[in-house]
């Protein structure tokens, strides 16, 4: 390795392990679900939004998960402070005031308590969201959905079942996903793979992708030739994939999710 690859492997490693790519699926999906004909400083401003405040979720979830990802994500540092997560969270602010005021900030500091709470332990339940089985894995994909049915109410355009239903199954796939890289680290018998076992977990997933593939072709025929691609690569690297294996192995899906839903903002 040359020596700049030597610096930017770390930096590339632990901006995966903050699940940066996931805050930039987060906010091109939301910009991709508004109506066409709106303005491209709006389109920003929501992009923005999705993308911060996921990311800065993700930045909380790292710094509450030290121990965890310790054994999870051995050998990749990540150098989280409430600082940092504050910034990341508050730094669509000046663009969405000038563009959205007070009501786009309001949904910015909703959105993030939302989202905040995954992390967080709970009075009423003694535990937090992330340590209760099931709940884990659903919990994030309808932190999404809620933000993309609020941005949506906000301006006053229709919501849509298909929408609704297709980032909620793509987001529950990958977080069980990422269940089985964590399978000795997690609380034991809090996921999926650990009740069910790895072949009946994966073969959950699968049959998740397949049927999101179906949903994508039904309802947009003409996605068929490049919507295979990002299910392709989540089947691809769930039948490949074990416990503690490389972990950039399991960011593969998303970073191809993105490519999709980019390559989908540019027609």
């Not at 710094?63 to 969270?89: C, F, M, R, W």
């Amino acid at each position: 390795m040359t020596v700049i690859s030597q610096r930017l492997y770390p930096l590339l490693q632990a901006l995966l392990a903050s699940r940066i790519h996931v805050g930039l699926v987060v906010g091109l999906i939301y910009v991709l679900s508004m109506p066409a004909g709106i303005a491209l400083s709006l389109k920003l401003a929501i992009f923005m939004m999705g993308f911060c405040v996921i990311w800065a979720t993700y930045l909380a979830n790292v710094y509450t998960d030290k121990a965890e990802d310790e054994v999870n994500q051995a050998g990749i540092h990540v150098a989280v402070s409430p600082a940092l997560i504050g910034l990341v969270a508050l730094a669509p602010m000046p663009l969405v005031y000038s563009i959205m005021g007070w009501r786009g900030v309001m949904f910015v500091l909703v959105f993030f308590a939302i989202c905040h709470l995954y992390s967080l332990k709970l009075p009423l339940l003694g535990l937090r969201i992330k340590d209760v089985f099931l709940l884990k894995n659903i919990y994030p994909g309808l932190i999404v959905v809620s933000g993309l049915i609020m941005l949506r109410l906000l301006f006053g355009f229709p919501v849509f079942f298909i929408d609704i239903a297709l980032i909620f199954l793509i987001y529950f796939g990958n977080e069980i996903l990422w269940d089985i890289r964590d399978m000795h680290g997690d609380t034991p018998n809090s996921t999926l793979p650990q009740r069910l076992g790895l072949k009946a977990t994966k073969a959950l997933i699968v049959s998740i992708y397949v049927l999101v593939f179906a949903m994508y072709v039904t309802h947009w025929p003409y996605l068929l030739f490049a919507a295979w691609l990002p299910v392709l690569a989540v089947i691809g690297v769930t039948l490949k994939v074990q416990p503690n294996q490389n972990p950039l192995l399991f960011h593969l899906p998303v970073l191809t999710w993105v490519a999709f839903l980019g390559f989908l903002l540019c027609l």
